[in-house]
């Protein structure tokens, strides 16, 4: 067992604590994970700390588990898979290390969220391509690990977006930094030359960054990365378009983001659109929700420096010549929700609570990415899944979001239901379980496995299996990073 004098020494005594109510905080999150109690919980204030702590339970063989974001938590990669582990919580290493208007780069710790970064680009004239209304703990560099899907597909060149360079301290005690940040020289000496760690290959033909991105802390602990900016409009003219027909909303879509038209560009049910623009539950929700269609495609154009106007003129005329051949009419407003409205809202992170807990309580998500030919198939597959578990069609959420120039698409079924309640909870946690094979079979590709659904996913391919436990005895030979997740 790991001595808490030697962790007191590496990052200070007031920052460790083993207090029982903190240690059940960790224990647990609002995902259907068995929750196990850690042992300690530390919170080192740099590198250097984060360096020392890996080589101590490199030798003691305790188990780590890295966690940047503050509660509340879902997806149950923070909670320890297995008994006598050290949460290490990054969320006090919030420095925000530089931010490169130039080369439009920005570059921080592990524990600067959404809403502390957002102010600090603007003032440099630039914003965040950022995910869908993250919570407002949500750290940066926990979602660009994860691979949550951004909202501007226009700027989303490769799944691993916006993510660049990361300096990652591996299960083996060593320090590397990827891609540009890999060298020559230190990261001061590389910025005194011009460079700004924005290339994420490398170092070398290894695309390094793509070992650490999902792999739920199971390779290392990040101590900062580097993030792909984009510069901040001068104006901005939003849209909604309404319908009850999908394919003709994926159609414009398509065309959209091919001819790289639009910023912001999603698709939401009715249950979710509902869930983020009303301000009293349940009456204002009810009443959004049923005057809104079926499906609601929200995107927005926008002009920058030079020539605003005549640029946003041209385009507003190209994307109502192409709705208009859809037979659609994008409009400023839909019912009692204004596309200004929503581009303020998407554009900062969620106010509290958080946008997913304010229908009921609870939510958990099942998410995956296809092709928009596969939607309708998979999305129907869902509700007849739905229907046979006994679950209301009514409270469940959707979420397409083009990814990567539009090329795929990120379905995302959200479950809304009272955690208070134990029938719903089991409900629900049947149906996320139950429903994957059936998915997959349909042409849904699971990239991010979390909870009791990882075995099901993961264990498809055993080549794959093989090849992660390699790099892993390689990375992590004593496996002491977050030991239990994903197929370790």
């Not at 003219?237 to 994926?250: A, I, T």
């Not at 790289?260 to 623009?277: H, P």
């Not at 009921?360 to 596969?374: P, V, Y």
Request: net charge negative; proline share 7%.
């Amino acid at each position: 067992m790991i001595d808490e004098k030697k962790l007191a020494k590496i990052v200070g005594a007031t920052n460790v604590s083993h207090n029982p109510a903190t240690l059940e905080e960790y224990a647990g999150d609002m995902s259907f994970v068995k929750p196990i109690k850690p042992d300690y919980v530390v919170k080192p204030r740099n590198a250097k700390d984060i360096d020392k702590l890996v080589n101590l339970a490199k030798e003691t063989l305790t188990p780590l588990v890295p966690v940047s974001s503050g509660a509340p938590h879902f997806r149950g990669d923070t909670i320890p898979g297995i008994g006598g582990a050290v949460i290490v919580d990054l969320s006090d290493m919030k420095r925000i290390i530089r931010v490169d208007r130039m080369n439009r780069v920005a570059m921080v710790e592990p524990g600067v969220t959404f809403e502390e970064l957002i102010p600090a680009v603007e003032k440099e004239g630039l914003r965040l391509n950022m995910p869908l209304l993250p919570r407002k703990s949500k750290s940066v560099i926990g979602s660009m690990l994860e691979r949550e899907p951004v909202v501007m597909p226009k700027y989303h060149w490769d799944i691993s977006d916006p993510l660049a360079c990361v300096e990652v301290i591996f299960g083996t005690g060593e320090m590397f930094r990827t891609g540009a940040a890999a060298g020559p020289g230190t990261i001061e000496e590389q910025w005194a030359v011009g460079a700004s760690q924005k290339e994420a290959a490398g170092p070398a033909q290894v695309s390094w960054h793509r070992l650490i991105q999902g792999a739920q802390g199971t390779m290392g602990i990040v101590t900062w990365a580097s993030l792909r900016c984009e510069l901040l409009p001068s104006i901005e003219e939003p849209f909604l378009v309404g319908s009850s027909q999908l394919d003709k909303l994926l159609e414009l879509v398509h065309w959209l983001t091919r001819l790289q038209l639009v910023n912001e560009c999603f698709i939401l049910n009715n249950i979710n659109l509902a869930a983020i623009m009303a301000k009293k539950f349940p009456d204002d929700y009810q009443d959004i929700k049923d005057s809104l269609p079926p499906w609601t495609l929200f995107f927005n154009i926008a002009g920058y420096e030079y020539l605003p106007e005549k640029r946003i003129s041209y385009q507003i005329k190209d994307t109502t010549d192409i709705a208009q051949r859809t037979g659609l009419e994008p409009v400023g407003a839909v019912s009692r929700v204004s596309a200004l409205e929503l581009l303020k809202a998407v554009q900062r992170p969620s106010k509290e609570p958080y946008w997913k807990l304010r229908y009921q309580g609870g939510c958990h998500d099942i998410f995956f990415i296809t092709i928009n030919d596969k939607l309708p198939g998979l999305i129907s597959a869902m509700y007849d899944m739905a229907d046979e578990a006994g679950y209301p069609a009514s409270d469940m959420g959707i979420y397409l979001q083009p990814i990567v120039q539009g090329v795929n698409c990120h379905c995302e079924f959200n479950l809304f239901y009272d955690p208070e309640n134990p029938s719903q909870s089991e409900r629900v946690r049947k149906l996320a379980t139950s429903t994957i094979n059936n998915l997959m079979a349909k042409g849904a590709f699971f990239s991010r496995p979390y909870g009791e659904s990882t075995d099901i996913i993961i264990n498809r391919d055993a080549a794959s299996v093989a090849a992660l436990k390699k790099v892993k005895s390689i990375l992590d030979p004593n496996h002491v990073m977050n030991p239990g997740k994903l197929c370790f």
